[in-house]
């Protein structure tokens, strides 16, 4: 099922401070989102090591683009330390925060968990999107193993984000891992 619109999506991970007044390096899980940069609160989430399952909400004070990260001065994040403190953690966003998908395109948190359909069929679930340099591609759960399916016409005829299904041409020629 798609995330209602008051349920937290993730869009980046933390990485290494930048400089010493307490900016951090928000490495987006989509490199085309501009999304943090309008954002004036998110969620912090720590997913692994000492903090694991912590979270909490804070405001921006600040962001702007980098080279190869956006960079966000957190509230209350006043030094490298304190920055350092929120390495690995992830950004979430509320999904009611999202702009509206131009037509025929989707959000890849939209579709985690829809059915999977080939020859009329229910073959699996949506289990990930993945983004490779050449194309995209979708995970689909299947009895007995994972299809890779990449997002392309000959593969994929229809995303139907309302109705939590995704309609295959086929599967011919893919393997099943």
Not at 37 to 51: A, P
Not at 100 to 128: K, L, M, Q, S, T
Not at 142 to 148: D, I, K, L, S, T
Request: glycine share 10%; charged share 30%.
């Amino acid at each position: 099922m798609p995330p209602g619109p008051d349920e937290w999506v993730p869009l980046a991970v933390v990485g290494r401070p930048h400089g010493v007044r307490g900016e951090i390096r928000a490495h987006s899980f989509n490199k085309d989102s501009a999304l943090l940069l309008e954002l004036e609160e998110i969620l912090v989430r720590f997913v692994d090591g000492e903090r694991k399952g912590e979270e909490h909400e804070v405001s921006i004070d600040s962001a702007r683009q980098g080279n190869d990260a956006i960079l966000l001065k957190l509230h209350g994040v006043d030094d490298r330390d304190a920055a350092d403190g929120v390495r690995g953690a992830q950004l979430l966003a509320k999904r009611s925060e999202f702009p509206p998908p131009e037509a025929g395109e989707f959000y890849a948190c939209d579709i985690i968990g829809a059915e999977a359909i080939c020859d009329g069929a229910v073959v699996g679930r949506v289990e990930a999107l993945t983004s490779y340099p050449s194309v995209d591609i979708l995970v689909i759960a299947a009895h007995g193993g994972r299809y890779e399916v990449p997002l392309v016409d000959p593969y994929v005829d229809t995303v139907d984000v309302e109705n939590s299904k995704v309609v295959l041409r086929t599967l011919e020629g893919l393997d099943r891992t």
